[in-house]
C-alpha cells in the first residue's frame, strides 16, 4: 500500500503540480490524488470510446478500426514497465520506491500516448458535440501555461536554495564542518556515508541496518556486524556520525539505540547531529 500510495502521489503530481507553490491547496494531499485519476479516467474513457465507434484518421482521412503502431508501442511498454516494477519490488528489492524518478519512463511514454490520442480527438468529426474541439483546445492550451508558470517557479526555486545535498542545510552543517576537519586516516561511521563523501571528500561506512531494506527481513547478523563497528572504533580510534537529518533510512538503528548498545562518548553536537568515539 506504502508504494501504490507513492505511485498515485507521484501521478497527481505529474497532472496537478502538486509539488509547485502556485499550485492551490485543494490540489495536494489526498484531494488531488482523487482529482487526478478522475482526469485519468475520463480520459482513457473518452479515447476508448472514441476509437471504437470511429477509429483513428490515417494520412488520407480514411478511418482505421486498428490503433496505430506508436501508441500501441507505448501502451504495450506502460503495462510491460508496471509489471516489471510489481517483480522487482515483490520478489527482488521492496525498496524500489515508485516515486517521480523511477516512474519517469513512464511519464514521458505517456505524454507522447496523449499528444497522439490528442491529435485524433482534435480531427476526428463529432457531429453529436461540434463545439467538443474548441474546448479541447482551451483546455489544452490552459494546462500548458499552467505547467510552464509551476516549472518556472520550481527552477527558480532549486536554483536559488539548491536540493537535496546541495542545499544550505547541508552545505553550513554544523557537523560536516567537524567531519571536514578530521584525520582522513581514522575510519569514520555514520547513516550519511554517500552525504560525508559528497560534501566532504571522506570515505565513509554505512553503521549496520537491523532490517534488510530489500527483503523487508531483519538482519540476523545485526549484532555481529554491530561488534565488528564497536572493534573497528576502538582500536583504530575511529568515529560516529550520526545525522539527525537523514529520518528516510528507516532501518538502521537510532541514535538512541546506538548509545544504549555500544559505550559512545559525546565528542561534538550539533544542531543537525552529534560525533561519538568508543569510551575505553
Known amino acids: ?9 507521484s501521478l497527481a503530481g505529474w497532472l496537478l503540480h502538486e509539488v509547485a507553490p502556485v499550485a492551490p491547496r485543494i490540489m495536494r494531499g489526498v484531494t488531488g490524488v482523487v482529482i487526478a485519476l478522475m482526469l485519468l479516467i475520463a480520459f482513457l474513457v473518452m479515447s476508448l470510446k472514441l476509437m471504437r465507434n470511429k477509429g483513428y484518421l490515417d494520412q488520407n482521412n480514411s478511418t482505421k478500426n486498428n490503433i496505430p503502431e506508436l501508441p500501441r508501442l507505448l501502451i504495450i511498454f506502460i503495462v510491460v514497465y508496471g509489471i516489471l516494477l510489481f517483480v522487482s519490488i515483490s520478489f527482488l528489492d521492496a525498496q524500489t520506491p515508485l516515486s517521480n524518478r523511477i516512474l519517469s519512463p513512464v511519464y514521458v511514454a505517456f505524454v507522447i500516448l496523449v499528444l497522439c490520442m490528442s491529435n485524433h480527438l482534435l480531427w476526428v468529426h463529432i457531429e453529436e458535440k461540434p463545439r ?9 492550451v490552459a494546462f500548458s501555461v499552467f505547467s510552464l508558470v509551476c ?3 520550481w527552477a527558480a ?3 536559488s536554495r539548491g536540493s537535496g545535498y546541495a542545499s544550505p542545510r547541508w552545505y553550513n552543517s554544523e557537523i560536516m564542518k567537524q567531519v571536514r576537519a578530521l584525520d582522513s586516516s581514522i575510519p569514520v561511521f555514520t ?21 534488510n531494506a530489500g527483503a523487508r527481513a ?4 545485526y549484532l555481529s556486524e554491530l561488534a565488528s563497528m564497536r572493534e573497528q572504533l576502538k582500536n583504530k580510534g575511529g568515529v560516529l556520525v550520526y545525522f539527525n537529518t537523514i529520518t528516510w533510512r528507516w532501518y538502521l538503528p537510532s541514535n538512541d539505540e ?6 559512545l562518548r559525546l565528542v561534538t553536537r550539533g544542531a543537525d547531529g552529534s560525533i561519538y568515539q568508543i569510551e575505553d
Open 1 to 9: 500500500m506504502d508504494h501504490l500510495k507513492g505511485g498515485v502521489s
Open 132 to 140: 467538443f474541439r474548441h474546448m479541447f483546445i482551451v483546455l489544452c
Open 151 to 153: 516549472t518556472g517557479i
Open 157 to 159: 526555486h532549486k536554483y
Open 191 to 211: 547513516n550519511a556515508p554517500d552525504a560525508i563523501y559528497i560534501l566532504a571528500g571522506t570515505p565513509a561506512y554505512m553503521i549496520p541496518a537491523k532490517v
Open 218 to 221: 531483519i538482519n540476523g547478523e
Open 258 to 263: 546506538l548509545k544504549e548498545e555500544l559505550p
